[in-house]
């Protein structure tokens, strides 16, 4: 079956967005709630005349940009712009597995060690450096690449969430349970909330674990796709830093070293030298790692980690099997899953309805665990469940195929 023509126009239209709108890439919008005015323009905007296609474009890059200079505004104590305008962790910089010659290096150019650790179950060791007095991050980062140029040096970036509720007043229909998914799967968001047991919970910022809507709309979808073992893992609590990178390395050592087989993460930031190392160990111990491309539409900059190699890069389509108009990209795209159209409990335990690519990102993550509990090849399972979508095979819009078609009717 083929997209609708109004899509691919909407794709095409989306990437000539002029380049000065895309400074500050990786970003995630405001969150949608799929109800009221914005949400049902994005719905409404894929049967719309071109222009008002290329007005949805338009409010999609400003949105970006207006929340990252809120966010850098009101958090200016926490949070500053790095070399290439991302929002990092203020005055730090993050280096990773050095030896003794850049660290004499590093020192030498002003830099001091603010803390070290060994993250033992990816083998590898992260130093964290305090800026220089005076020196903003942006400046910092470019004198420390020229100092030690071989090093791998990255600044603590931010990452953000990639899709938004909004309760619903009415219960969720009755559905037919999933078959049980005993793999341990990995969350790295929020917190769940209300009456949702999960297998661990540990918190990895200031105030964690703290509840969230959209953390319990991640874990409740995994459950409801028949994951049984979970382990959450909270980036986020009341820390107006949080989603930084440091605390995903050092989750996502907590999920390796605790047996997590399966990591699904519905955030997005820019490339990162710390994260990308990270999850090469995880790949060499044969976990896989799933991830949103975003919801900043295909005009914006590849979203990360979704882009890094060997990760399953995850869009969401509508309940007429259609892309998000609002859907970001990656450098690869492997899968695509209902991501609209469908519900999810919040932090209060109430229903409440989604929208996102955040929430197609653990109903892939599920059927990942399920084939790897079946034995085999995983890709291989994943690849003939997939329905092929738009054109025959692979393609830039459903990656290999859409998984899990039936959790929109749950």
């Not at 909004?166 to 009456?195: M, N, S």
């Amino acid at each position: 079956m083929r997209a609708p023509f109004t899509l691919l126009t909407a794709c095409a239209v989306l990437l000539t967005v002029p380049a000065a709108a895309q400074l500050l890439p990786g970003v995630g919008v405001p969150q949608l709630p799929v109800v009221g005015p914005v949400a049902q323009g994005l719905e409404q905007t894929l049967d719309r005349p071109l222009q008002d296609i290329r007005q949805t474009a338009q409010q999609l890059v400003e949105a970006r940009a207006d929340r990252i200079a809120d966010l850098l505004r009101r958090q200016s104590e926490f949070v500053e712009p790095d070399a290439n305008g991302e929002p990092a962790v203020r005055g730090e910089l993050l280096l990773v597995d050095a030896d003794a010659a850049t660290l004499g290096a590093v020192r030498a150019a002003g830099f001091r060690e603010a803390g070290s650790e060994q993250l033992g179950s990816l083998g590898i060791s992260v130093t964290r450096l305090q800026v220089p007095r005076g020196a903003s991050l942006g400046e910092a980062q470019r004198h420390l690449l020229r100092v030690a140029p071989a090093a791998e040096i990255a600044p603590d970036n931010l990452h953000f969430q990639s899709g938004g509720t909004a309760t619903l007043e009415v219960a969720a229909a009755a559905a037919v349970a999933p078959a049980t998914i005993a793999t341990p799967v990995g969350v790295i968001d929020g917190a769940p909330g209300k009456g949702q047991q999960v297998a661990a919970l540990r918190g990895f910022a200031k105030g964690a674990p703290l509840a969230s809507n959209h953390g319990s709309a991640v874990v409740s979808l995994l459950q409801g796709a028949g994951a049984r073992r979970v382990l959450a893992a909270d980036v986020y609590g009341s820390d107006p830093a949080g989603g930084n990178a440091l605390a995903i390395v050092r989750a996502l050592d907590w999920l390796a070293g605790a047996g997590a087989r399966v990591v699904s993460i519905s955030l997005v930031g820019p490339r990162n030298a710390v994260l990308e190392k990270a999850l090469g160990a995880l790949q060499r111990k044969g976990m896989i790692v799933v991830a949103a491309v975003g919801n900043d539409g295909p005009a914006a900059p590849p979203s990360y980690p979704a882009s890094y190699p060997g990760v399953l890069a995850v869009t969401g389509v509508d309940r007429r099997q259609r892309p998000l108009i609002e859907a970001g990209r990656a450098l690869h795209l492997d899968y695509a899953a209902p991501g609209a159209d469908i519900r999810g409990r919040d932090k209060a335990g109430k229903w409440a309805s989604l929208r996102g690519t955040s929430f197609a990102v653990p109903l892939v993550a599920a059927r990942a665990a399920a084939a790897l509990a079946r034995g085999g090849s995983w890709r291989a399972a994943l690849d003939r469940e997939a329905v092929d979508l738009g054109p025959q095979g692979p393609d830039g819009q459903f990656g290999r195929g859409l998984l899990c078609r039936e959790c929109a009717r749950r």
